[in-house]
């Protein structure tokens, strides 16, 4: 997806950030080694991966999550979706602390790509709390699938761009219509 996107709120878009790393179907991945994965970590303030598994477990989590994002966009079973974050939310351990300008905070206790994944549970949590998690959304259109943040004024964004998705996916109805009314 090439749209341009306006940011996901406060901390929220290091989750549309992470998510937008894989460009589908069959666009470039900034997770595809291990030196662009700790890299990418490093440059968004998470612990970098370390070898090929955390690699992949750092991947796995991102489309589990995709996953989720796809089910807050009416297009999936939302439990379901919650259910394959589950294996990642049993390893990831995050502890309490005092930050002296927010009160408390979470951060991930573990080093590696289970910190990373845990850290970006924290902030899962945190817009669970304040009621942004909804609006995070993946596209519609199966094949594009991008992160964005639904800012419309009643939540019902579908498409990541009505520019590219929305239109392509509209015209493919229109077009299916035109073929069953012959």
């Not at 991966?49 to 796809?70: T, Y």
Request: hydrophobic share 45%.
């Amino acid at each position: 997806m090439t749209a341009a996107l306006e940011n996901a709120p406060g901390a929220l878009d290091l989750i549309r950030v992470f998510e937008n790393t894989l460009n589908l179907p069959d666009g470039p991945d900034e997770l595809d080694s291990v030196d662009h994965g700790a890299a990418w970590c490093l440059s968004h303030g998470l612990p970098p991966v370390a070898d090929n598994g955390e690699l992949e477990r750092l991947r796995g989590f991102r489309e589990a999550l995709r996953e989720v994002l796809f089910a807050n966009n009416g297009a999936g079973e939302v439990r379901a979706a919650w259910e394959h974050l589950r294996p990642f939310v049993s390893a990831a351990h995050l502890r309490l602390t005092v930050d002296s300008h927010r009160g408390l905070d979470l951060l991930p206790a573990a080093p590696e790509a289970d910190g990373a994944i845990a850290a970006l549970l924290a902030v899962i949590y945190e817009a669970l709390l304040d009621s942004t998690w909804p609006r995070m959304r993946a596209c519609r259109k199966l094949s594009c699938r991008y992160a964005y943040f639904d800012r419309t004024k009643n939540a019902s964004r579908a498409w990541c761009s009505m520019a590219t998705c929305g239109n392509q996916e509209k015209a493919a109805r229109r077009r299916l219509r035109e073929r069953i009314a012959r």
